[in-house]
């Protein structure tokens, strides 16, 4: 729910709405916070000896994406032209915020297209646990 929600406040900030802008920005910086629960979930979906490894190959994902993102901002603002005083415009702004709300809705349907398909429901523990049983195991 807090990345849904996340979107559309994203979404408003697209389109440009002119109502409650400052508390759209809090809940939407709020928001998108909780894509750190993800590390409880890899918790779950790794063996313990491969943590170290999952969290660092993760946070290494997540600043090359966030350094790629900023660039791209960056490039998509500077294609519109520079106000009277010399800030980007709003209309880059909302290129570049459409962009990343893309990147976030393509996202969403690959996670709801691999929870419909079962892509990814057994875990590398159950896998490990069933491989252990089948040999005689625990």
């Known amino acids: 729910a807090g990345l849904m929600s996340s979107m559309v406040l994203l979404g408003f900030l697209v ?5 409650a802008v400052v508390p759209i ?5 709020m928001s998108i916070g909780v894509t750190t ?17 999952v969290y ?12 790629v993102a900023q660039w791209l901002i960056g490039r998509i603002l500077d294609l519109y032209p520079r106000t009277a005083d010399g800030a980007a415009s709003p209309e880059g702004y909302q290129a570049a915020f459409a962009m990343l709300l893309g990147v976030e809705v393509v996202g969403m349907l690959w996670y709801f297209w691999a929870k419909k398909s079962g892509f990814g429901k057994e875990t590398m523990v159950d896998k490990a646990e069933a491989a252990a049983i089948a040999e005689g195991g625990p």
């Open 15 to 19: 389109i440009q709405v002119k109502f």
């Open 25 to 29: 920005w809090m809940f939407w910086t």
């Open 37 to 53: 629960l993800i590390f409880a979930g890899m918790a779950k979906a790794f063996p313990p000896e491969l943590m170290g490894r």
């Open 56 to 67: 660092t190959a993760f946070n290494l994902l997540g600043f090359l994406c966030t350094a």
